[in-house]
């Protein structure tokens, strides 16, 4: 069985991880257009329905398993009649099974400024707490 996961984000991650774990027979192919894959360190329960999730960053030679395959590309296409995925560079990458983890796309305001910024991964998080230091008030808006 040919597993193929597109998306290098915490579902794409998690989703492999399982894969390889549960399915050590099986092929795995990770396809990620990033070098830096987010995947969940550790997960602390506070309450009954409330846990805390830690993300990290890894690397993408940090993914160890023997039957996963990790590639940085870009898909451009999907054949779902022949089953297969097509890379930017014209590999072509067979599945019996597909996951699209592609995530979230973020809300934003319809208008740029200097100051707004939006929280969506580690590197807006890094940007928001370097812009803290020299603030002097600040403004959160939940998007709904």
Known sequence: MRHVVIGGGIAGVCCVEE????QPSHKVTL???STVLKGVDT???ITKTIEEVLVTEKDLA???F???RVLQAVVTSLDTQHKVVNLQSGEEVPFDRLCICLGARPKVLPFKHERIITLRDTQSIQEFARRLTHA???AVRRSS
């Open 66 to 68: 023997p039957n996963l």
């Open 31 to 33: 396809i990620s257009s």
């Open 19 to 22: 894969l390889c774990r549960l």
């Open 62 to 64: 940090a993914l160890r």
């Open 43 to 45: 997960v602390i329960k």
């Open 136 to 138: 002097r008030r600040i």
